[in-house]
């Protein structure tokens, strides 16, 4: 069987790489394989090509497979090498991963495969698969906080997960800024309590001379159908503290239908309103910072005839698109084939067996909002700038810096006194992947927005950074340069001090306790002692340094080249081109 005889997690820049990777020796001594072609199947069945490293052995196709096993995962990893071993039959492979959770699930599901393989088994792939999507999903970055996270590693600006959720630290020390999905921590919780409650939103901006659909809080089903009369129908019934159109029925016609309306509605929510439904289109206009940055046209699912194909075929060919899925992984969801999910498959009571005419647009269901995906059309270069500065206002008002805007008009093009236009919600944590690839084209640059509106341009987040490299008896000469003033973190492996005071219990990790430096809101600056012992074990804890200042180290010996490497490695950080 194939053989993992040591795993290394180095978390940073290393003697590989500039990125985290996982550093393995295999041993293939005892590993036989003839069917390569069934090994490839692991992949095949993610309609992911093979490895084609067959050739070069079972270490080779292993570190292959673990790269594109993670890209399935959503992870953007590439870099992987193969060396040596210390004895024949066995290799040295350097993977990337981004999220270390999932590096490692990756090596776990092809070393089973082969193993599986090579004992003539077979593993359960589609359960195996969704196994492994469900754990990439729960560990990576969620979808409104990674663009922020990304754009902030463009600009150079360092971030850290605090949790295993999407709570972000972008900057360090006392430069920090933190961010959880849409919310950053500029966003106050009065702010985010009006937002949340739909009535008192309208009422604040509908003084300001903001327009709001007419409607009123509900009392049971019966005030509900009551309220229906007095708007006149058709009505929109909702929950006064939902999100994501949970519970939402639109143009509700009847008196029966406000009160099943009602019914769903209260699932979500113990208050209820009941809203006039204003004619247009239904559109989401994204305000980060004091700007519009992003708008989109909401569309229903829609097909396109060709005077041949059911309805029910064309749903099919439709679900064929791989970014489709028929849970949160995927991109897009399925279309749904059920009527029963629907009061009508679509406006005109069509059937699965009705054939739509060679082009014509059938849409598919009448209402959309973001939990039953469906299509979006990016308006942004098409709103008027008085649309643009109603949904500023109205942000303003709410009291939040970012936030998603539901607004229903005929055309974002015309000024709001010129149409009928009402804005129906302001969320104060907008799913900002709306306004991306795949799900929008052009994609937005929104992740860049919300970087830009917690460090203008030119700032980095980061505090000035000193590396003391040397051996393990240097930490006096480490302790001293971090008390030349005040708020300064030293860090190393044998602990970690912040105005010469321990912060907490040290772990035996360089990682683990400069990450408490970086964490602290105190921090000013950092003295980082490293040793060339630490660059092999673990990689480097930062990736740009202000300074180094190099002690006697010793690069003879057995492992010469390493810690030349390692030396290197360490060099290689500087903003500027010498040593001190």
């Not at 519970?247 to 209260?266: C, H, K, L, S």
């Not at 989109?296 to 064309?314: A, N, Q, S, Y």
Request: glycine share 8%; net charge negative; hydrophobic share 45%.
């Amino acid at each position: 069987m194939l053989k993992i005889c040591s795993l290394h997690i180095l978390q940073g820049p290393n003697i590989w790489s500039a990125c985290p990777v996982l550093q393995m020796e295999v041993d293939a001594s005892l590993f036989v394989l003839d069917d390569w072609h069934a090994a490839d199947e692991l992949l095949r069945a993610q309609k992911v090509e093979g490895t084609g490293a067959a050739a070069s052995g079972a270490a080779a196709w292993l570190a292959g497979a673990m790269i594109k096993i993670q890209r399935e995962g959503r992870s953007p990893v590439c870099f992987h090498e193969m060396h040596e071993g210390a004895a024949p039959h066995r290799a040295l492979l350097v993977v990337e991963y981004e999220e270390e959770l999932v590096g490692r699930a990756a090596l776990d599901l092809a070393l089973r495969w082969l193993n599986a393989l090579g004992r003539g088994e077979t593993l359960d792939l589609p359960r195996e698969w969704a196994a492994f999507c469900d754990l990439a999903y729960d560990a990576r970055l969620g979808n409104s906080t990674r663009p922020a996270a990304h754009a902030a590693r463009a600009r150079g600006i360092p971030f850290y997960r605090l949790d295993s959720e999407s709570l972000v630290q972008l900057g360090q020390g006392c430069l920090q800024r933190r961010i959880q999905r849409a919310t950053t921590g500029r966003t106050g919780l009065i702010a985010n309590g009006i937002a949340a409650d739909k009535t008192l939103t309208k009422n604040l901006i509908a003084e300001m001379g903001i327009p709001v659909p007419r409607g009123r809080a509900v009392t049971d089903a019966e005030d509900a159908v009551m309220a229906a009369h007095e708007l006149a129908f058709p009505v929109v019934v909702k929950p006064q503290d939902g999100d994501y159109g949970n519970g939402v029925t639109m143009r509700v016609n009847t008196d029966a239908g406000v009160r099943q309306a009602y019914a769903e509605a209260r699932n979500w929510s113990d208050s209820v309103l009941v809203e006039h439904h204003v004619n247009g289109h239904l559109f989401r206009l994204l305000v980060i910072g004091g700007r519009l940055i992003a708008a989109v046209r909401r569309e229903p699912w829609f097909v396109v005839g060709d005077g041949r194909t059911t309805l029910l075929d064309l749903i099919e060919e439709a679900n064929y698109d791989a970014r489709r899925g028929a849970d949160y992984v995927s991109p897009f969801v399925l279309v749904h084939q059920q009527t029963g999910e629907w009061p009508q498959l679509t406006e005109d009571h069509r059937t699965h067996d009705s054939v739509p005419a060679e082009n014509e647009t059938v849409r598919l269901k009448p209402d959309i909002y973001l939990r039953n995906d469906g299509v979006h059309l990016d308006q942004t270069d098409l709103v008027h700038p008085e649309v643009a500065r109603m949904a500023v206002n109205a942000t303003d008002i709410v009291g939040l810096d970012i936030a998603g805007l539901d607004i229903i008009a005929a055309d974002l093009g015309k000024l709001p006194d010129q149409q009928e236009i009402a804005v129906l919600e302001v969320n104060s944590e907008p799913g900002i992947i709306l306004h991306m690839e795949p799900r929008c084209v052009p994609s937005r640059p929104v992740g860049e927005a919300v970087v830009e509106s917690l460090f203008p341009e030119g700032e980095t987040g980061r505090v000035h950074l000193t590396v003391l490299l040397g051996e393990a008896g240097d930490l006096a000469v480490a302790k001293k340069l971090s008390t030349a003033r005040c708020n300064v973190g030293l860090a190393s492996r044998q602990g970690v001090w912040l105005n010469s005071l321990p912060l907490g219990v040290p772990c035996d990790s360089l990682a683990g306790n400069t990450s408490r430096l970086w964490r602290h809101p105190r921090t000013e600056a950092v003295v980082l002692h490293v040793t060339l012992d630490d660059v092999l074990a673990e990689g480097l804890p930062f990736d740009r340094c202000d300074e180094v200042i190099e002690c006697t180290v010793d690069l003879d010996g057995a492992d010469a080249l390493k810690r030349k490497r390692a030396r290197d490695c360490v060099l290689a950080t500087l903003r500027t081109d010498r040593a001190v």
